[in-house]
């Protein structure tokens, strides 16, 4: 397989730097949403919720292990198990993630436009928690055997990312389109279906007087998903293509440079997610504001007004001719 130009070194401080930022926001974001209670409670924020604590799964396992590997040219733990463990975690929260956006704009537009649908305790067990539910059992229990009851007895490289393993699932041709369908195809094809609904509607909607106080109330849950598509379909979409033009019988030479780039590029859609989640926290710039005001390097001393120094300085004189007398 062809590589892309950037060195393992340049991988390495590109990764890094935008992995730590990232780490740091999807804690604070985390944080935001786990703590406060209206947040916490509102069923739009359900999903997203999921998709920051899959996405930190990602973040504090898969990309550490790339970035050894990166830094030293060798896998940082040369054992099947291991090598097995880290393909895993790679493909099913990087598909899982896929599947929950896909999810996400539906359920947007059921909130929005048919929000009845989720009036009862058990529409909403049926309607919003099982989905997210099966969407990610689904998936680790997918990955799970594709990657460790069908491992086959491929070679494995200490000198290649996750150690040169593949499943052999995908050895068949019938699996391999199956997977390409479900975890690729299908959520394109959803996200733009019920995105654009959305959008469509709600832009046709905007300018009606009665419908001003709607679009107000919405605006920020479209706004958040209109930035988490945008996000999927700058990263996702080249790999799904690329998918697409091999299915068609296009030849893999004039495909690789741009599958290879892909693939680096894609990992940017962990490390953006939670800004693109932060972006549209209500009241996030009074919430930054409040902890840098807590902050011990903003704790400066303040310039007292000359009454009141005068007024101080006259009750502690009182205080000691009192003592003194």
């Known amino acids: 397989m062809v590589d892309i130009s950037i060195s393992f070194i ?3 401080w590109i990764y890094l730097i935008s992995n730590l930022a990232s780490i740091i926001c999807s804690i604070f974001v985390l944080y935001y949403f786990l703590f406060n209670r209206k947040l916490r409670r509102s069923l739009h924020n359900h999903v997203i919720i999921v998709l920051l604590i899959i996405n930190l799964i990602t973040e504090i396992t898969d990309i550490p292990w790339i970035l050894y590997y990166y830094k030293n040219g060798v896998v940082w733990i040369f054992s099947p198990l291991f090598c097995q463990f880290w393909k895993f975690i790679d493909g099913s929260t990087y598909v899982t993630i896929a599947r929950l956006v896909a999810w996400t704009s539906i359920e947007r537009y059921i909130l929005i436009y048919n929000d009845n649908w989720m009036s009862t305790k058990k529409k909403k067990i049926l309607l919003h928690y099982m989905p997210i539910s099966i969407i990610v059992i689904y998936g680790f229990i997918l990955y799970i055997i594709i990657n460790f009851f069908l491992s086959c007895n491929h070679p494995y490289y200490s000198t290649k990312i996750f150690c040169g393993f593949y499943s052999c699932a995908y050895d068949s041709r019938g ?4 997977e390409f369908m479900t975890g690729g195809i299908t959520n394109g094809i959803i996200i733009a279906i019920f995105s654009l609904s959305l959008i469509i509607r709600l832009i046709i909607q905007k300018h009606r007087v009665n419908q001003q106080v709607k679009w107000r109330k919405h605006r920020k849950m479209v706004i958040q998903l ?15 293509i690329t998918g697409i033009l091999s299915n068609c019988g296009v030849p893999w030479s004039y495909t690789e440079n741009f599958v290879a780039y ?3 590029f894609s990992y940017y859609i962990h490390f953006l997610l939670p800004f693109v989640c ?7 710039k009074n919430k930054i504001k409040n902890i840098l005001r807590l902050s011990p390097c903003h704790k400066h001393n303040t310039v007292e007004p000359i009454q009141n120094t005068i007024q101080r300085r006259a009750i502690d004189q009182n205080e000691y001719f009192n003592r003194n007398c």
């Open 278 to 284: 932060a972006g549209t926290l209500p009241n996030l």
């Open 10 to 12: 340049e991988r390495f």
């Open 262 to 264: 892909g693939q680096f």
């Open 175 to 178: 699996y391999s389109m199956f």
């Open 226 to 240: 209109i930035s988490i598509i945008l996000l999927f379909y700058i990263f996702y979409l080249p790999n799904v």
